[in-house]
């Protein structure tokens, strides 16, 4: 099985807690790293250096999606926090739905929060490949 992976971070979010964070989601699936076909976040995060680390790590395709094209994808978790700081109530459940081509019911993990020792937050959500 094929994945996209969708991730939201605060800025200046290390490697190593978007490391921790998708690896302890990809062990909620049941999934390993090769399962990953892509990547994808909000285009507010299109320079965020952890974030292109990992797309490198993996290596994987990384797509960026506006706030606009978040905005309109329906998501089982919806943030009103999100919303006010990225002009959508979803970053990681979204772009992991847009970027796996696929509606809801396709989520595998829906929203994986960690806070990892840098004091940053990342989320991460896994959509099955269509």
Do not use: W
Not at 30 to 43: K, W, Y
């Amino acid at each position: 099985m094929k994945v996209a992976v969708g991730i939201g971070c605060d800025r200046g979010t290390s490697l190593a807690t978007l490391e921790a964070a998708l690896s302890q989601a990809l062990a909620e699936a049941g999934l390993s790293p090769e399962a990953i076909e892509r990547l994808a976040s909000i285009t507010l995060k299109a320079d965020e250096p952890g974030l292109l680390a990992l797309a490198a790590r993996l290596p994987c395709e990384i797509r960026f999606y506006s706030p606009e094209e978040l905005a309109a994808v329906p998501v089982p978790h919806p943030s009103e926090v999100v919303r006010r700081h990225t002009g959508t109530p979803s970053v990681a459940e979204a772009a992991a739905l847009l970027a796996a081509g696929v509606g809801m019911e396709a989520l595998i993990v829906e929203k994986h929060r960690y806070r990892g020792p840098d004091g940053r937050n990342a989320t991460v959500s896994i959509a099955r490949m269509s």
